[in-house]
């Protein structure tokens, strides 16, 4: 199944060439217009990123996302500055979003990740490994954790994690075809 993805910045949908914050291309103004048009054309499932949620921790597209939410009903998973029970709370139980995506959190906190899927169950957990040069990134791309990707994906299924969207940075943006590196 193919997963489209809207990726947010200041409320837009946007793509970033090779994780890349300063090279943005904005697709669309109104991002729960651009998840209606997905809808329509068959997508069975949709990938929210917060971009500045992820470089920053916090969430910042909550808006956004809620208007997302509201526009569809194809199931969403969320990723991008998950790295509280209260944010992952906000998203699942008042937002209804169907999975939360963890990334930072789930390299730097590991129990957390256990908390979680406790907590909502491994349909509703996924961990976002993001690639660098074989090595997991945290913060929106932008720190290097120093983690070997293979070896936390394995780890990761060990607690039980179902679900893994894994990025491989290098070839994030241009799409000239799918990257193989990983």
Not at 37 to 48: D, P, R
Not at 78 to 94: H, K, M, N, P, S
Not at 155 to 182: H, R
Request: glycine share 12%; aromatic share 6%; proline share 4%.
């Amino acid at each position: 199944m193919i997963i489209p993805a809207i990726d947010l910045i200041s409320g837009e949908a946007v793509r970033l060439l090779k994780g890349d914050y300063s090279q943005k291309t904005i697709y669309s103004k109104n991002p729960a217009e651009l998840a209606k048009w997905f809808e329509m054309a068959g997508a069975k499932y949709l990938h929210v990123v917060d971009l500045d949620g992820a470089k920053s921790g916090a969430s910042a597209n909550t808006g956004t996302i809620r208007e997302i939410r509201e526009a569809v009903s194809i199931p969403i998973q969320v990723g991008g500055g998950i790295r509280t029970a209260d944010t992952a709370a906000r998203y699942l139980e008042d937002l209804k979003i169907d999975r939360v995506i963890l990334g930072t959190a789930a390299i730097e906190e590991p129990g957390f990740v256990r908390e979680m899927i406790a907590k909502y169950g491994t349909d509703r957990i996924v961990v976002g490994v993001d690639v660098r040069s074989g090595k997991v990134a945290t913060s929106g791309w932008l720190q290097d954790s120093g983690a070997d990707y293979l070896k936390f994906i394995g780890e990761l299924t060990k607690i039980g994690i179902k679900y893994i969207v894994a990025t491989d940075i290098s070839g994030a943006g241009p799409l000239p075809s799918p990257n193989g590196a990983m």
